[in-house]
């Protein structure tokens, strides 16, 4: 299998989007004035939105099906910025590190960057690819 990227895009209206489904409405996720007054530099996407970005490119590999992720861990190491009426951008990019064959299953390194910054540090999920039985 050959290395995966693909690049995400997040704007201030996702990030309200995101808000009202995952119930995390804290204001440094909307409020550039909150977020400037906790010593960011501006309003940032949650971290679990961006952990989800990720997350979406191990979902294609496995034909969009998430049953298929046995686990993911990540280490937030970064924020992604997003300033009132720019889209940002999120590059991820995956490589398979280690294929099990017994237990039918790979396992993904991942990486996250925004604006050249990595944004999750030791990124792993580990998935039943399609054609492995359980």
């Not at 704007?11 to 004035?33: F, K, M, T, W």
Request: hydrophobic residues 45%; glycine residues 10%.
């Amino acid at each position: 299998m050959s290395d995966l990227t693909r690049t995400v895009t997040v704007d201030r209206a996702r990030l309200v989007a995101y808000a009202e489904a995952s119930g995390d409405q804290n204001p440094i996720h909307q409020d550039a004035e909150v977020a400037r007054r906790v010593g960011l530099p501006d309003v940032i996407a949650h971290g679990m939105w961006t952990m989800g970005a990720a997350l979406e490119l191990v979902t294609d590999l496995v034909g969009g099906d998430p049953g298929r992720i046995l686990s993911c861990q990540t280490r937030f190491t970064g924020m992604v910025v997003v300033p009132e009426g720019e889209t940002v951008e999120v590059l991820v990019t995956g490589v398979v590190k280690k294929v099990d064959e017994a237990a039918g299953t790979q396992t993904l390194e991942l990486s996250a960057t925004c604006a050249g910054e990595k944004v999750l540090g030791r990124c792993q999920a580990v998935v039943r690819p399609l054609g492995a039985q359980a």
